[in-house]
């Protein structure tokens, strides 16, 4: 998944416990398709994992812009195959994630606690810290 990074927000799956990236890749979808992410299968051909109750409806909706390799149905989610070259083809309907496209999957920008963690340490800073930030934000700002 590496070759969309610029393209798509390309992130890592990470171990529940210790927080380390892992070695999946994936792209995820964004606002009513948030959960469905974009999994390599092999050279040529991708994995849609979509999160859904209306499985044929997801199906049939795809199968008008590419050609369906194959289908996984599950209880309430499918996998869709298809070829790679098709996943442009399917941005209207996914919407994935643009936003940080330039960043890459191990960055600490991808974890998901990151906000949480970045208010961490900007609460444990002290006095003096902030007042450096303070002062090379507004000595920034008065370049521009």
Known sequence: MRKYI???????ERDLDTGEPMEFTYINGTGGRKHTRVYRYDDDTLIIHVPTVQIDGIINRVSEYVIVEKTV???????????????????????????????????IKNHPRYKEMKKEKRDNMSEEELNILRDRFKSNMRKD
């Open 6 to 12: 610029g393209k798509y927000r390309v992130l890592i």
């Open 73 to 107: 149905r599950y209880s309430t989610e499918v996998d869709i195959y298809i070829k790679e070259g098709d996943l442009g083809s399917l941005d209207h309907i996914f919407k994935f994630k643009t936003l940080g496209s330039n960043i890459i999957p191990e960055s």
